[in-house]
Structure formats: C-alpha cells, structure tokens
C-alpha cells in the first residue's frame, strides 16, 4: 500500500529557461537550459518576420499531484517570440498535493511576445495552481492567452476538479501593473458563478505603453463586434487595464467556439499593430 508521504512525493519538478536575441532579421534563441518533464524543442521558422515560433513540450502528457514545472523565457530587444504548446495542457487527478506551474516572462524593449498556449483542461478531483508573471519593457508588445476548461466533458466532468487557482500579473516599465487572481472550487458555496453555465473561460491580455489611443480605440471596438458575433455560444466583454492597453474576458460553450474567437481576436490585433497575418501554426 502507498503511504500519503509517497504519494506526495510522486511528483516532479522541471525547468525550462529560454533565452532570446535579435540577430539581423531573425530572432534566435541564445541560451536555453532544459530539466524534464520540459523538453526543448528549437524554435520553428513559420514565416519571413524573423518570428521564433516556440512549441512547450512536456511529453509526460499532462500534470500530476505534486508537479512543479517553471518557465522562464527573456526577450531581448527587438526580438518576436510566439509560444504554444501542441496539445491540451492536461491536469490529472490528485489525492492531495496540487500541480503547480509559474511562468516568467521578460519582454525587452520594443519586442513582441505572443502567449497562446492550447486550454487547460482539470480531470475531476485534480488541483492546479498556476502563476503567469510578465514585465514589459518600453514599446514592446504583449498578447497572453488564458483559457481554462470546465474538464472533460465527454467523460461527464464539468466543473469536477478540486480547487485551481490562477494568477496573472503583467507589469510595464513605468511600474504600473495589472493583476488578476481567481479560486475556483466547485464544491465550495457558490462553486463557479456564472460559469456554470458554460465550458470554457478565457482571458486575454495585450499591452503596449506606445500605442496611441485612438489605435486602441479601434482595436477595442473591433474585438467586442468578434464578441458579439457568436450570441449564444460567447459572452464577453472588452475593457482597458489598469496599464496601457486591452483585457478581455470571455466564456464559450463549446472548443470550436472557443477557437474560431481566438483566431478571429488573434487576426484582428496582428492586422492593427504589426499588419502581420495570422500564421498557419505547426503543432508537432
């Protein structure tokens, strides 16, 4: 029989720590250092823009109890990165020790980072806690992603993990920062909220302290008629930050909506701040 001590010992802790730099055109990756579950995989050349497509792979499959996986990446300036990962990050059940993942991320001056990672998804009676921290620097750009899964809903799982926590802190290079924090425990008074009713939920972030107002203006505008083009199956709301640029929030009943609204957000701000295409993603 296993002891509760060996339980929580189960799991592991991993590091990934990503360096990048501005070489001409095309930004490279310098200095990486890599401890499993993290597996490095070198940066993918999508297009012309000199971008560094970054695929985060953890081929355990998903998280368990007593996890710590970290990721640093630093952005020197100028240079563009976009992470993702290949696949659903999948948080498996846990007796009593929480998954935890923190993610750093340093955006130099006048670079651009692009987060979209695929949703989390919590199997029943897991527990996730998770910190997203970034500082960007003076006219760099960042664009996080966020979305989170009620869990598996072809198994009967909605909204049937333990607990999951979720930080987000995004601070720009005036000190002016932008914080957001929830709990979510669906056994507890009150469980979800209003989310109950939905599958998904979704934050995104972008900031910029050089863009001018009435780009964002434009921008914000564009991003609620996406919105409210799916009644029904998206709500969600578009507003300004506590620092230069646009949040929104965002719930959807099913992943192809959840998807095509990424696209479409995603699409929209490439267009006004780069007048880049959105780029046809490997996954592998």
């Given at each position: 029989m296993?002891?509760?001590?060996?339980?929580?010992?189960?799991?592991?802790?991993?590091?990934?720590?990503?360096?990048?730099?501005r070489h001409g055109r095309e930004t490279v990756l310098s200095e990486f250092q890599s401890r499993s579950p993290w597996h490095l995989f070198p940066p993918i050349t999508l297009d012309d823009t000199g971008c560094a497509y970054t695929l985060l792979l953890n081929p355990s499959g998903g998280l368990v109890g007593g996890d710590q996986l970290s990721l640093r990446a630093r952005l020197g300036p100028q240079a563009?990165?976009?992470?993702?990962?290949?696949?659903?990050?999948?948080?498996?059940?846990s007796v009593s020790e929480p998954s935890i993942q923190s993610v750093d991320l340093i955006v130099g001056p006048g670079a651009i980072g692009e987060w979209l990672p695929e949703v989390t998804i919590p199997f029943a009676g897991s527990r996730f806690c998770q910190r997203i921290r970034a500082e960007v620097g003076s006219g760099a750009t960042l664009l996080?992603?966020?979305?989170?899964?009620?869990?598996?809903?072809?198994?009967?799982?909605?909204?049937?993990?333990?607990?999951?926590?979720?930080?987000?802190r995004i601070t720009t290079a005036s000190g002016r920062s932008v914080l957001e924090r929830y709990h979510l425990n669906p056994t507890e008074r009150g469980g979800v909220g209003l989310a109950t009713a939905w599958d998904y939920i979704a934050t995104l972030y972008l900031v910029n302290d050089t863009v001018?107002?009435?780009?964002?203006?434009?921008?914000a505008e564009q991003l609620a008629a996406i919105l409210e083009a799916r009644p029904g199956s998206v709500l969600g709301?578009?507003?300004?930050?506590?620092?230069?640029?646009?949040?929104?929030?965002?719930?959807?009943?099913?992943?192809?909506d959840l998807n095509a609204i990424l696209e479409a957000m995603w699409g929209a701000i490439r267009a006004h701040l780069w007048r880049l295409p959105v780029p046809d993603l490997r996954r592998y």
């Open positions: 296993i002891s509760s001590r060996q339980i929580e010992s189960i799991g592991r802790v991993g590091e990934l720590v990503l360096d990048y730099s563009h990165v976009l992470f993702s990962t290949p696949s659903a990050n999948r948080i498996y059940r996080l992603w966020d979305a989170i899964a009620s869990g598996r809903m072809a198994r009967g799982e909605r909204w049937a993990f333990a607990s999951l926590d979720n930080e987000i001018n107002a009435e780009v964002w203006k434009r921008l709301g578009v507003s300004q930050p506590a620092v230069p640029g646009l949040a929104v929030k965002l719930v959807a009943s099913s992943a192809p």
